[in-house]
């Protein structure tokens, strides 16, 4: 069973940065950070494909969140810069198997969250 451990969350204000951190046990196809606000559904921020590298961000991310990964590490980054209070929300590293890493339905493993507080 693969295992997801995050951290790097915080509280900071707006226009500030905060870098996460998740370390996986085994590395899938698709990886991802998903993020839940209070009240809110979970929704996909970002993925990367760990075989081409391939990103994607949704919109309200572009430019200012940065994916990456450390595959010797089995490790997963999201640079978070230019940070607004609408991106406060608990944060989730993700896996599928899936070769579509857009498809955020198909993220079956997750690590346990990190929260991102960010105050205007």
């Known amino acids: 069973q693969v295992q997801l451990v995050e951290s790097g969350g915080g509280s900071v204000q707006a226009g500030g940065s905060l870098r996460l951190s998740c370390a996986a046990s085994a590395v899938t196809l698709c990886m991802g950070w998903f993020r839940q606000a209070p009240g809110m559904e979970r929704e996909g921020v970002t993925s990367?494909?760990?075989?081409?590298?391939?990103?994607y961000y949704t919109d309200s991310v572009k430019g200012r969140f940065t994916i990456s990964r450390d595959n010797a590490n089995n490790t997963l980054f999201l640079q978070m810069n230019s940070l607004k209070p609408e991106d406060t929300a608990m944060y989730y590293c993700?896996?599928?198997?899936?070769?579509?890493?857009?498809?955020?339905?198909?993220?079956?493993?997750w690590g346990q969250g990190t929260q991102v507080t960010v105050s205007s």
């Open positions: 990367i494909s760990t075989v081409f590298g391939t990103t």
């Open positions: 993700a896996q599928a198997y899936t070769s579509n890493c857009t498809s955020w339905s198909r993220y079956a493993i």
